[in-house]
C-alpha cells in the first residue's frame, strides 16, 4: 500500500518525467554541445569556450543579436497590447460575438508554416491582392518582405496576425476571473469607466499580463519558420535572427558546436529578460 504522501509524486511523475526528457535533457546536450567541435577528420573533439570566443569577434553574430533584440523590443509589448484590446473588445457583450470570437482565434487552427506561406502569396508584388488594393486607394505596390526596409516589420505583423488571438484568450480569462463586486463597488463610489479600467482592471491583471509577457517573449526569441520559408534572413540580413544564425550554423555550414553556442547565448537571454519581465510586472505590494 503506498503511502498517501507519495499520491501527489504520483500524479506529478509524467508531467516531471516528460520535463526531464523533452525540456532538460536538449538544455543539456545543447550545453555540452556547445563546448565541442568538428575536426577536419569529422572526429568530434572538445574545444572549451572556443566557439563563444569565435561568435564574440564575429560581426555576423552581432548584428544578429542586434536584430533579435530589435525584433522582441517590438513585438513582445505590441503582441501584449493587442491581445489585450482584443480580450476587452470581446469580454463586453456584443451582437455576433461568437463570430468575433471565433475570427480571432481562427488563426490559431493555421500552422506557422502554412501562415507564412499564404502571407507570401498574400503579399506578392505581382499577384498579390494586399499589393492591388494599395495600389487601388492610390498608395501604391510595395515591397513588404522583399525589402530591407520592411522586411523585418512584415515578419511581425505576421506574427502578431498568428499570436494575438492565441494570447488573447489568457487575457479573456484573467477578465472573467475579476470580481463583478469589485466593479459594482467602484460604480457605486462614482467611479467612470476610465477610473474604473485604470485602478480596477489594470492592477487585477497584472498577474495574465506578467504571464502573456513572459511566455510571448520566450516564443518570439525562439521566431524562425517565416524567416526561413520567407526571408532566409534577408534581404541583405535584415531578417537574420539567432534562431536563423543557429540553423545555418548546424544545417549549411555542418558546425553543431557553434550552432549549440549561439543556442545556448540564446537561452542564457531568454532567462535575463524574463527574470527582468518578472520583476518589473511585480506589484508594489510584491516588490516591499
Known amino acids: 500500500m503506498i503511502s498517501s504522501r507519495w499520491t501527489p509524486y504520483l500524479f506529478l511523475a509524467p508531467a516531471l518525467a516528460g520535463l526531464l526528457i523533452f525540456r532538460l535533457t536538449p538544455i543539456g546536450v545543447a550545453l555540452g554541445g556547445s563546448l565541442t567541435g568538428v575536426s577536419l577528420m569529422g572526429d568530434l573533439r572538445y574545444v572549451g569556450l572556443e566557439n ?12 544578429s543579436l542586434q536584430i533579435t533584440l530589435l525584433f522582441n523590443i517590438i513585438i513582445n509589448p505590441l503582441q501584449l497590447a493587442v491581445a489585450f484590446a482584443l480580450a476587452l473588445l470581446v469580454f463586453r457583450p456584443l451582437p455576433g460575438l461568437w463570430l468575433y470570437r471565433t475570427l480571432l482565434v481562427l488563426p ?22 494586399m499589393n492591388g488594393f494599395l495600389e487601388w486607394i492610390g498608395i501604391g ?14 515578419l511581425i505583423g505576421i506574427a502578431t496576425w498568428k499570436g494575438a488571438g492565441y494570447w488573447m484568450l489568457f487575457l479573456l480569462a484573467g477578465l472573467y476571473s475579476i470580481p463583478s ?8 463610489d462614482g467611479a467612470s469607466g476610465w477610473q474604473r479600467f485604470r485602478y480596477v482592471t489594470l492592477p487585477l491583471m497584472r498577474k495574465p499580463m506578467a504571464f502573456v509577457l513572459v511566455a510571448d517573449t520566450a516564443i518570439n ?4 519558420a517565416p524567416v526561413y520559408i520567407l526571408t532566409s534572413g534577408g534581404p541583405s540580413g535584415s531578417t537574420s535572427v539567432l534562431m536563423f544564425q543557429a540553423y545555418r550554423a548546424a544545417f549549411t555550414f555542418s558546425d553543431i558546436g557553434r550552432s549549440l553556442a549561439i543556442s545556448t547565448i540564446l ?5 535575463l529578460i524574463v527574470v527582468l519581465e518578472f520583476r518589473l510586472m511585480r506589484s508594489p505590494e510584491e516588490r516591499t
Do not use: C, K
Request: zero cysteines.
Open 181 to 188: 463586486t469589485v466593479h459594482e463597488a467602484a460604480t457605486i
Open 108 to 129: 490559431m487552427a493555421v500552422s506557422t508554416g502554412i501562415s507564412a506561406v499564404l502571407f507570401g502569396l498574400f503579399l506578392d508584388g505581382n499577384l498579390g491582392p
Open 267 to 271: 537561452l542564457g537571454i531568454i532567462l
Open 221 to 224: 526569441f525562439l521566431f524562425f
Open 52 to 63: 563563444f570566443e569565435y561568435l564574440l569577434t564575429d560581426p555576423e553574430f552581432w548584428s
Open 141 to 154: 505596390a510595395q515591397p513588404f518582405h522583399r525589402s530591407q526596409e520592411q522586411a523585418l516589420y512584415t
